[in-house]
Structures are given as C-alpha cells and as structure tokens.
C-alpha cells in the first residue's frame, strides 16, 4: 500500500477556484491509478477523478466534467485536482485514493488519505 496525505482545502466562494495535492510516500508510486472521491454531510462517498500512472487518461463524474482537472506529477510523487467554478454542492471532504486498477469503483482503492475538507459559500 502507499501512503496519501491531501493538502490544499479551505472556504472558498462560489465560482472560485482550489487546487488539491496529493503526495504519496511509495517509489511504487507511478505503477498506481490515482483517484479523488469526495463525501458530503450525510451522503456516500462518490467518486470524482481518476488518471492513470502515465496520465495519459483520466476519468471524471458527470458532475464535475469541465470545471475539474486531475493531474500528477511523477517526478513529485503528488497527484493535483484543480476544482475551478466551484459551486455550493461541492462542499464535501475529498479523499486522495490508490488503485492498481484502472477504474471508478471505490472497493477497488485499497490506499487512502485523510481527507481534506472544502468549502464553497454561496
């Protein structure tokens, strides 16, 4: 497994912007599919963004297409999701995931960060 700690959350505004950051502590690091979900008050965890180890694909949720975009940095070990027109439904804790599978399904991460919380006000 690799260890994950997301860094970057905070209140922002409606129609703002906030980069998340993922570093994770593996020399494995780059063989992995790096994901985001996020967890609003009182609902499931959803996924939000996936991209493979060489970043030449990624996968959003329907909710977040066009405004969100993963990225990461293998020289740094960090994965990025630059959230950009942020709306109040995008308030929730989002957590950084490791999967050696190419997918979407939250069972199939078996690494997991802490969490980070954002906030968007309307």
């Known amino acids: 497994q690799v260890q994950l700690v997301e860094s970057g959350g905070g209140l922002v505004q409606s129609g703002g912007s906030l980069r998340l950051s993922c570093a994770a502590s593996a020399r494995t690091f780059r063989r992995y599919i790096m994901g985001w979900f996020r967890q609003a008050p009182g609902k499931e965890r959803e996924f939000v963004a996936a991209i493979t180890w060489s970043g030449d694909s990624t996968n959003y949720a329907d909710s977040v297409k066009g405004r969100f975009t993963i990225s990461r940095d293998g020289a740094k070990n960090t994965v990025y999701l630059q959230m950009n027109s942020l709306k109040p439904e995008d308030t929730a804790v989002y957590f950084c995931?490791?999967?050696?599978?190419?997918?979407?399904?939250?069972?199939?991460?078996?690494?997991w960060g802490q969490g980070t919380q954002v906030t968007v006000s309307s």
């Open positions: 995931a490791a999967s050696w599978v190419n997918t979407r399904r939250e069972s199939d991460f078996d690494s």
